[in-house]
T-cell receptor, first 114, second 112 residues
Framework: DTAVSQTPKYLVTQMGNDKSIKCEQN?????MYWYKQDSKKFLKIMFS???????INETVPNRFSPKSPDKAHLNLHINSLELGDSAVYFC?????????????FGPGTRLTVT | QKEVEQDPGPLSVPEGAIVSLNCTYS??????FMWYRQYSRKGPELLMY????GNKEDGRFTAQVDKSSKYISLFIRDSQPSDSATYLC????????????FGAGTTVTVRA
């Protein structure tokens, strides 16, 4: 059983297109995250939802819009894709109440914008 | 200056060697110190965490925290090729911080 799953694993698209990435966790956690990892492996948080409420919204272009339909799902929609959006996007989850440092990551979605 | 500094390496060692990884930080309020391991083309996974200062051992892995120097270390004894990965340090002030401060990650290769 995959704890945190993401679809798709790979995404190759052209500049200007709109795309979505989906994430699901079966750990029963109440908090989910989107991270962006660049080619130098630096992991940067983008958004976080706790019980479907947006709690972290870092300085990210408003072309990126997260959506959490329920505690187990977190999606990321990206409008008007740009070359600089090429990266690996990770979804993660954790449980609030004293263990938020223990985050479980999905396998990542490798986005290539041409 | 970044809040957490980590030498990206890469680091290449022979099998059986001791691997030493470290991070420095500037925020003296950090209390929780984590090491995540990320295999190639996989997501990071929590390897160890330490609260406040001191040492913590888990098998071949030892995590050390020196809050007076704002310096943390991870040692891997008797390193194996399966330890080849990128190791990211991460920190937070409380156990309820949703936002972790990550280092850049150090890529380690253990040669057979």
């Amino acid at each position: 059983d995959t704890a945190v799953s993401q679809t798709p694993k790979y995404l190759v698209t052209q500049m200007g297109n709109d795309k979505s990435i989906k994430c699901e966790q079966n750990l029963g956690h109440d908090t989910m995250y989107w991270y962006k990892q660049d080619s130098k492996k630096f992991l940067k948080i983008m958004f976080s939802y706790n019980n479907k409420e947006l709690i972290i919204n870092e300085t990210v272009p408003n072309r990126f819009s997260p959506k959490s339909p329920d505690k187990a799902h977190l999606n990321l929609h990206i409008n008007s894709l740009e070359l600089g959006d090429s990266a690996v996007y990770f979804c993660a989850s954790s449980q609030s109440g004293g263990r938020t440092y223990e985050q479980y990551f999905g396998p990542g979605t490798r986005l290539t914008v041409t | 200056q970044k809040e957490v500094e980590q030498d990206p390496g890469p680091l290449s060692v022979p099998e059986g060697a001791i691997v030493s990884l470290n991070c420095t930080y500037s925020n003296s309020a950090f209390q929780y110190f984590m090491w995540y391991r990320q295999y190639s083309r996989k997501g990071p996974e929590l390897l160890m965490y330490t609260y406040s200062s001191g040492n913590k051992e888990d098998g071949r892995f030892t995590a050390q925290v020196d809050k007076s120097s704002k310096y943390i270390s991870l040692f891997i004894r008797d390193s194996q090729p399966s330890d080849s990965a990128t190791y990211l340090c991460a920190m937070s002030v409380t156990a309820n911080d949703y936002k972790l401060s990550f280092g850049a990650g150090t890529t380690v290769t253990v040669r057979a």
